[in-house]
């Protein structure tokens, strides 16, 4: 630039001539103009123009200059805002250039302005102000509430739902079009007479950019007006709307910031707005949101937490407890589940129900649940190798929804089961109905290789879900853990009772074994065992415990089933007398021998003679009516018990006897109640049960509580 191409300066700049041997400068009637001033509210001193430049832009338009003054350059240009008469600032666009001496000393700088503001506050695609000069007009409502305590404002900050869904289904250029149109469609909204008497006087709508549109309402009557603005908005937007020659629906969130919040900078507004939308989108998109407080305090808790989340993996703070899975018919440990915890280090246990959401929202879920696994199975090994717990005991890992889009869980599963060199049967994965149905072909051809692997599988929380039965019949599933919303239920809602024992039908004709998730009470065992349940988990039988714990329950049950053992084979006879008086074996074992127990054992074995020879004659009769052709040789032969085997058969449920898969556990005294772990303490039950062949509706087993499926294998009885 130089004083030609200042002569050449648009009628519309305002030029400037500064003197700098007298520090003096002369603004041209246009500069002066465009500030909305008069000729004699304008000196000609330098601070006439400094102090008029916006705060944060004037030190980088002083450097500037400073640097064309020093030599380099000659010629300065910068865009920056100037303060207008009326309050508001003006983008201008600065030129200007330095004249010398013959020693090279600056002795004058010249130059134009020019208001830029137009340009700069537009946006290009829809023509709505941009996010400039929305912040510009913002800052302007919150000095006002400074000065007048009634003012009222709000900001709406909309987004459009899926946008980049319609965008890569249509095409940019069709994106393009729907901005533009719900623009429009926003301003014909906001310019309504019914909601231009909600608005008050003053409104501005703007594009932030993207999807984001914000609107600023000046001078509302009440905060609730704000809100009733945004529902109007939010129906304006559903109406179809046409772009690329397609019909095209679309919705919004809005969240929305009030004034009385208390503001100091336009920022913070947005913020709180900005907070407010996504808690709508997180709640279920197309609905308005107002911030609060407690809103921003939990959004700032829970970015404090995944800070500390991502870290806490490496630095070990994690840990597993483990909740006893428990046999309802013998009370004996099948199972156990476990469940992660953060130890953090300054806010001690943090509860999963905080963490786990943000893993997974994070991503974290799939390093948490990898380490789950390989920590669970470990543990489990060191109990197998220094308790000598059965292998029937198992431990259940949850997986959810991240780790099943996982393509590597399967060689994860198989790799933690070879490294600790743990049966395949050991280990039960959980997982959701939901899980399932977000993709269920997917899902369902994952676990048909964890099942080729060996390894068993529970639907968790079922009842709360909304899998179909199609699908589950086709689901490799060998475990229903019925939600304990039902269980807490069932003692006042006959409904609950009977949703449970359809859960138990439906199970067991699927070859299915049944676990009630959170048993607190006893009579709530009897119900859930009455109506079905071969297993049973909750407060009754034991809290989550950390592994020192859990490991004393289990050497507890070891040391308990190796003295059963040994009192059965020393002292047979009196310890199944006691159990056929009872019903209570594990009482039986701590009564020891009962020499003047009653002689209802005799009439106990006579009964089951009897019964055993008149089912076989009733079976062959069968054969004989339905006209079935046996051959001699192949007619099985009728057992007769003998009075040492009525002594054992005396000593075991007589579900035993239908369920060939537990004598074994039975024959090995393994099958004696034992009641709720209380305080992780085994405790003896006072209470006496009959073994009287009574059964329950639905076929259960009075004394048993348990239903064998012929298409039951190994893990599922």
Known sequence: MDRFDLAKCDANDGLWDWNLTTNRIRFSP???????????????????????????????????IDLQLSGSPDQFQSQYRMLHKDGSYRWMSCRGLVIRDENGQAVRMTGSHSDITAERVADSLTGLPNRILFLERLSHSIERVKRHNDFLFAVLLLDLDRFQSLVDRLGSASGDQLLVAVARRLERCLRSGDTLARLGRDHLLARLGGDEFIILLNGLAEVGDAKIVAERLLKAISAPFEAGGREVFASASIGIALSVTGYGCAEDVLRDADTAMYRAKSLGRARCEVFDTAVLESDQTRARLEADLRGALERQEFLLHYQPIVDLASRRIRGLEALARWNHPLRGVVPPQE???????????????????????????DWQQSLSISQEVSVSVNLSAAQFIQPELVEQVGEALQEFNLEPHCLVVELTESVIMENPEAVISLLMRLRVLGVRIALDDFGTGYSSLSYLRQFPVDLLKIDRSFVRGAAASADSVEIIRAINWLAHQLGLRVVAEGIENEEQLDLMRSLGCEDGQGFFFSRAVDSDHAARLLKAEVAQSEERGARAQGDGESVALAAACSGDFYTAVCAGPQPDAPPRWKESRLKRRAVSVSLALAGLMLLLVVGIVVRPDRIPQIPYPSPQADLAADAVPSSAAAAPTRQSETAAGQSDPQVGFQDGTPASTPAVHETAELTQPGGVSADSGARTSPAAGPGKT
């Open 355 to 381: 963490f786990i959401p943000v893993a997974e929202s994070t991503g974290l879920i799939v390093p948490l649940g990898r380490w789950i696994l390989r920590e669970a199975c470990r543990q489990l090994r």
């Open 30 to 64: 246009r500069w002066i103009s465009m500030l909305g001033c008069e000729q004699q509210e304008i000196g000609n001193t330098p601070e006439e123009w400094f102090r008029r430049i916006h705060p944060e832009d004037r030190e980088e338009v002083q450097r500037g």
